[in-house]
């Protein structure tokens, strides 16, 4: 049996406190319980924080590669990172709080920096677009001080934005959601057992 590479990437600047991060790491610890994973490669986003997209970043990724100058490259090193560790993995676990509705920032700005047209994703002869990192498996664990039932229906943008993204423009169509709920109900106990018995 080929042996599995996890991807695992921090969000949360919370630290050992963080649910988001206690959920993400049960998540692995149970993956490794059943699956043959070989490797997990720990990325805390908040350690060593992506960049924004700015114009120069943004200009050096629609530009042909065989044209990238020498600060170019330089700009890329961090999203080609990205892209480098997403190739590499089997499965990418990924671990955010709910920050006013959303993902973290940080965990969009890695997002930003993965998705590349001509690297993650690419128009077919027919003008179909086609994400390129295919038969990867996310696993994405989401930590709110609310529940997901108190919102307004319509109010649940983190787990739609995360699997239309890696659907569309990265090729990564299964994306299993986890969440950890009420945190920041007084006496909140995360029982993270229980959240993954399904996984
Ligand atoms: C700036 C900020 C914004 C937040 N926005 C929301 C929110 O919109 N909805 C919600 O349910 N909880 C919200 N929370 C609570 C967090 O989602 C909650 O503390 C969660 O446990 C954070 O994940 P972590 O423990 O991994 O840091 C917010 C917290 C902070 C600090």
Excluded at 11 to 23: M, N, P
């Amino acid at each position: 049996m080929t042996k599995k590479t996890v991807l695992h990437i921090i969000s949360s600047a919370r630290e050992s406190e963080s649910y988001s991060k206690g959920l993400s790491s049960a998540i692995v610890d149970k993956l490794i319980r059943k699956h043959d994973i070989d490797a997990v490669i720990e990325r805390n986003l908040t350690k060593e924080l992506p960049p924004f997209l700015d114009g120069n970043l943004i200009g050096a990724f629609y530009k042909d590669p065989r044209s990238v100058n020498e600060k170019e490259r330089r700009l890329l090193e961090y999203a080609d990172s990205v892209v480098n560790d997403v190739s590499n993995a089997d499965i990418l676990v990924l671990g955010t709080p709910v920050h006013n509705l959303g993902m973290s920032a940080l965990l969009k700005a890695w997002i930003d920096q993965l998705v590349r047209f001509g690297v993650t994703y690419c128009y077919d002869e027919n003008g179909v677009r086609k994400g390129n990192l295919n038969g990867k498996k996310v696993y994405l664990a989401i930590a709110s001080g609310g529940k997901l039932e108190y919102w307004p229906g319509d109010h649940e943008f983190i787990a739609s934005h995360v699997s239309a993204t890696f659907n569309a423009y990265v090729g990564i169509t299964e994306v299993h959601t986890f969440r950890v709920e009420g945190t920041a109900v007084p006496g909140f106990q995360a029982d993270y057992q229980k959240i993954l018995e399904n996984l």
